[in-house]
């Protein structure tokens, strides 16, 4: 049974950092893919950042270009989530969730996260306050 759990988040000021963690059991990463998503009061949740746990290829979406670092470590079965010059528009509760690996790519994965991602971390709140 493939288990997510979400670690890292809480209270950072503007122009802070954070590092999420996604650890994951029951399944092997070398053969999934991780996403991030995250959800705001009020809003959709929308898709972050992905990764192969096969190749460590990568994609974003525009919310993460060039403050967000997604990676992972096989070894440990987790992947990381790097966010830094944080902006209030931040805050949100931010989940990770896994999909087996498909013959396609990181970025079709990314594109269409409701076709693929279907086991969900509980979810870590991050506040970044202005």
């Known amino acids: 049974q493939v288990q997510l759990v979400e670690s890292g988040g809480g209270f950072v000021q503007a122009g802070g950092s954070l590092r999420l963690s996604c650890a994951g059991s029951?399944?092997?990463?070398?053969?999934?893919?991780i996403a991030w998503f995250r959800q705001a009061p009020g809003k959709e949740r929308e898709v972050i950042s992905c990764?192969?746990?096969?190749?460590?290829?990568?994609a974003y979406r525009n919310s993460a270009q060039g403050r967000f670092t997604i990676s992972r470590d096989n070894a440990k079965n987790t992947v990381y989530l790097q966010m830094s010059s944080l902006k209030p528009e931040d805050t949100a509760v931010y989940y990770c969730?896994?999909?087996?690996?498909?013959?396609?790519?990181?970025?079709?994965?990314?594109?269409?996260?409701?076709?693929?991602?279907?086991?969900w971390g509980q979810g870590t709140q991050v506040i970044v306050s202005s």
């Open positions: 990764i192969s746990g096969r190749d460590g290829t990568k």
């Open positions: 029951g399944f092997t990463l070398d053969n999934y893919a």
């Open positions: 969730a896994s999909a087996q690996w498909r013959i396609t790519t990181i970025e079709a994965m990314c594109n269409f996260p409701k076709v693929f991602f279907d086991s």
